[in-house]
């Protein structure tokens, strides 16, 4: 951490003020659906899914730059752009997942599922990413005059969450301070500086375009979308709010089910390939699926079975839209962020120098861990000198990366022919800050970091017969959609809120 570029900040409680300020947070929260199903370790027993508590959410919003927030969200058109120029490049992506296959299981069967579809011949070229890239304020340590800048942590091209509970926690904040449970004076709070993020309209109108595009079902028959969840889904009431949106604002009819229900609750039409919903609480009632939006399928977790990586490519052989697509979730890769990061690879696909290097100006150091000469470099970095580097591994979720000492004890637990599988990126210098989180009723109080990702929807068409996988034919639509601001204690090395590390927070913005 940095010295701070930031004011005295939070502004100072009283324990009277502290109970205050919760109270009325946790209050506004359960009452506005800002929740999440509690975890077992906080109630041991939630019959049908009856309790809720408060999701994780700072008391104060964090200040952050604005020149850093409006670079992040004017850039994400070009990100989208790009990740989507990826995913139709099939002569590209195809090589590094070839390689990241050969030492690892979970990307090998996931590529498995594309090529078994390709073989057979897709018959959808749509394709629709709900991405979001994640970026944490850097600010050089050996210069007090540096402005701060954006560096990328990381980008995501499946099942992007919290765009839904972004919308409320910004509303959380101007309501506190609205009603007076901030401090009085002493504060730089002003509500025109907390701005609300459009998140949940923004990526429900991305799954709208593809319900759009995607058109009449056959035979008569009503189009929905249908979610891909997680069993006993805790960040269930995220994911509602897209439905709500898809339902109130876009007449749009919305299904969930797991990937072990896709056998007994899908089928695919013989001719066609349109999957066909069967409600189980609509006997008779057939419903053709416009678009999959995969909110489970990012981790090997997800696929104790064989039965799911049938319901995978069930789902990938169909005519429905995917959100993402096998490939398309492939282009996530720590891998292709790290090949991104080489000299003249983005121009690849951004053409235009000046668009092509405000991508870059984002970018932080990252290093591949393979036999190259810059890998071998990065190897004797990660086993000598690991204290300013992080290890990850091609994993969305949190809880998976390794840092700083303990990344030296880490590959050698591991075959060294496993290395390559991982990247080296060097930590993120962020400025000191202090706020509070809320989480289960209780609050903790210290310093924290930020992370902020922008959303993404861009919808596109793939080049037809042979033409598919040799890059992007048309571009239907591309929007920036919103933002989220997790926080996350200083000391925590993850930043996930489902899975424990961080909070849902809102920007402060300071000039």
Known sequence: MTTSIFPSYPPSLTPEQLSYLLTASTDWSLSHGLTVRPPPSFVAENPNGALATHAPTTLFPSPFP????????????????????ISADEEWLGKITEELAEVDEFMARLYKVHLDVKKEGFVQDLSLGLFRSDYMIHVDPSSATSPPVIHQVEFNTVASSFGGLSTLVSELHRHLLRVGAYPQTGHPIKEENIPVSPAAQGVASGLA??????????????TAVLFITQPDERNVFDQRWLEYNLSEKHDIQTYRISLREVPTLTTLDPVTRALIYHPPHAPGVLVEISTVYFRAGYGPGDYPSELEWASRTTLERSKAIKCPSVITQLAGTKKVQQVLVTEGVVE???TDPKLAQRIR?????????????????????????????????????????????????????????????????????????????????????????????????????????????????????????GWLLRTKGMDSEEGGVAAGFGSVDAVLLVD
């Open 66 to 85: 604005r020149s850093c927030w409006n670079e992040a969200r004017e850039v994400q058109k070009l990100f989208n752009e790009l990740y989507a120029k």
């Open 209 to 222: 375009a593809a319900h759009k595009a995607y058109g009449s079902g056959g035979e008569g028959r009503k």
């Open 348 to 350: 690849r696909f951004i």
């Open 361 to 481: 100006g984002t970018f932080a150091a990252i290093h591949p861990l393979d036999n190259s000469p810059a890998g071998l470099a990065a190897r004797e970095i990660a086993l000598n000198s690991p204290e300013k580097y992080v290890l990850k591994p091609q994993r969305e979720g949190g809880g998976n990366n390794i840092y700083r000492s303990k990344i030296p004890d880490f590959l050698r637990s591991i075959p060294e022919s496993h290395w390559s599988v991982y990247i080296l990126m060097e930590l993120i210098e962020p400025p000191n800050l202090e706020n509070i989180i809320a989480r289960n009723g209780e609050t903790m109080i210290g310093g924290v970091i930020g992370e902020l990702g922008v959303y993404g929807a861009v919808l596109w068409r793939d080049g037809e017969g042979e033409q598919r996988g040799k890059g992007v034919r048309t571009i239907i639509s591309n929007e920036e959609s």
